[in-house]
């Protein structure tokens, strides 16, 4: 396992063209092999390729853009496999951005990286869902 540039520099696409509100762009970036993108929304569970590409086609038609701000991205790879992780935030319109959680896996494909899977989430404190017991 390696630190990898070009694992984040994948991702830092993916940031950038959803913050462009490109949606071809981003369809690009996922792997026909796809097998899930877990949103914040408890909706948001898109399996499979053509699932999550109509489901960020639709997102980005409704928002017209969602801009993802990297924070602590980190990337690694171990042959044609990688990941990522991310402590980013999303723009919000007034200026703020809403801090989320982001973990992946690509595919290198031909020689392309592309996204097989993606998390992205909002911390909860354990103490708000009654887990006040637990160290953190």
């Known amino acids: 396992m390696e630190r990898s540039a070009d694992v984040e520099a994948v991702v830092a696409d993916f940031y950038a063209v959803m913050g462009r509100g490109d949606a071809t762009a981003v369809t690009r970036l996922l792997s026909p092999d796809l097998?899930?993108?877990v949103?914040?929304?408890?909706?948001?569970?898109?399996e499979g390729y053509e699932i999550a590409s109509a489901a960020f086609v639709a997102q980005l038609e409704a928002a017209g853009q969602l801009g993802f701000e990297a924070g602590?991205?980190?990337?690694?790879?171990?042959?044609?496999?990688?990941?990522f992780?991310?402590?980013?935030?999303?723009?919000?319109?007034?200026g703020d951005s809403?801090?989320?959680?982001?973990t992946g896996v690509l595919h290198r494909e031909d020689g392309t990286w592309r996204v097989v899977q993606m998390h992205v989430s909002m911390?909860?404190?354990n103490a708000e869902v009654g887990l006040t017991d637990l160290p953190v």
Not at 39 to 46: F, I, K, N, V
């Open 35 to 37: 097998t899930a993108v």
């Open 39 to 46: 949103g914040t929304d408890d909706a948001e569970w898109w």
């Open 72 to 83: 602590s991205l980190r990337g690694y790879s171990a042959g044609d496999f990688g990941w």
């Open 85 to 94: 992780e991310d402590r980013a935030g999303i723009a919000l319109d007034y």
């Open 98 to 102: 809403l801090p989320v959680r982001i």
């Open 123 to 125: 911390g909860t404190p």
